[in-house]
């Protein structure tokens, strides 16, 4: 399977963006898709994840409220919808995956920058 982030960008404090990852290769093999973070000078970490049959979104304390994670399953395709966007949202963002057979993301795309100016 293979991931590949876009939508990243510079906006303004208050504004929104959408990411987007396509997944191609044999998706139906995944558990679970996620979207992860790292700003600079820290670690990276898991904002938002879903299951692959779109159910269960889960979100980080940081953003809850203020993203949405989304599945268009006939697509293959990956979204987070970010909102009110802070100047602490700034950092790379990834998309990534957990195949059903391991407990963890394997697979990963390249990240995209998202800065949020104040």
């Known amino acids: 399977v293979q991931l590949q982030a876009s939508g990243g960008g510079l906006v303004q404090a208050g504004d929104s963006l959408r990411l987007s990852c396509a997944a191609s290769g044999r998706p139906y093999t995944l558990y679970a898709v996620g979207w992860f973070r790292q700003a600079p000078g820290k670690e990276r970490e898991l904002i938002a994840s879903?299951?692959?049959?779109?159910?269960?979104?889960s979100y980080a304390d940081s953003v809850k409220g203020r993203f949405t994670i989304s599945r268009d399953i006939a697509k293959d395709m990956l979204y987070l919808q970010m909102n009110s966007l802070k100047p602490e949202d700034t950092a790379v963002y990834y998309c990534?995956?957990?195949?059903?057979?391991?407990?963890?993301?394997?697979?990963w795309g390249h990240g995209t920058l998202v800065t949020v100016s104040s």
């Open positions: 879903i299951s692959w049959s779109a159910r269960n979104p």
């Open positions: 990534a995956a957990r195949p059903s057979s391991i407990n963890r993301y394997t697979i």
